[in-house]
């Protein structure tokens, strides 16, 4: 079972950047997919961005693309999370996830290891 642990998180003035690392251990190989998902208090979670381990290929959610990208780095088993032109409506928990290598899928229930989260303010 692969366990994930995220870094990178903080607190950035608007307009500003923060990357996200996501870092996987523990699993046989690093053949899943990666989603990321960000929630609020009181809210359901939201998937915002995942890559496919099959194929590489990605998918944003429409209030982060343009301004997150997503990448792998397999010889380190992370993924990383590119922010820029953040925004206030940014900031909640960051959470990242692992799941079948193939598919791109931004629902929760895709995903079978989930990090501990990592909180990420946006504010002047």
């Known amino acids: 079972q692969v366990q994930l642990v995220e870094s990178g998180g903080g607190l950035v003035q608007p307009g500003g950047s923060l990357t996200l690392s996501c870092v996987a251990t523990?699993?046989?190989?690093?053949?899943?997919?990666i989603g990321w998902f960000r929630q609020t208090p009181g809210k359901e979670r939201e998937g915002i961005a995942c890559i496919s381990s099959h194929d590489g290929a990605t998918y944003y959610a429409p209030s982060v693309r343009g301004r997150f990208t997503l990448s792998r780095d397999y010889a380190e088993n992370t993924a990383r999370l590119q922010m820029d032109g953040l925004k206030p409506e940014d900031t909640a928990a960051y959470f990242c996830?692992?799941?079948?290598?193939?598919?791109?899928?931004?629902?929760?229930?895709?995903?079978?290891?989930w990090g501990q989260g990592i909180q990420v303010s946006v504010s002047s």
């Open positions: 523990g699993g046989t190989s690093n053949d899943y997919s």
């Open positions: 996830a692992a799941g079948p290598p193939r598919g791109l899928s931004l629902r929760t229930h895709f995903y079978t290891a």
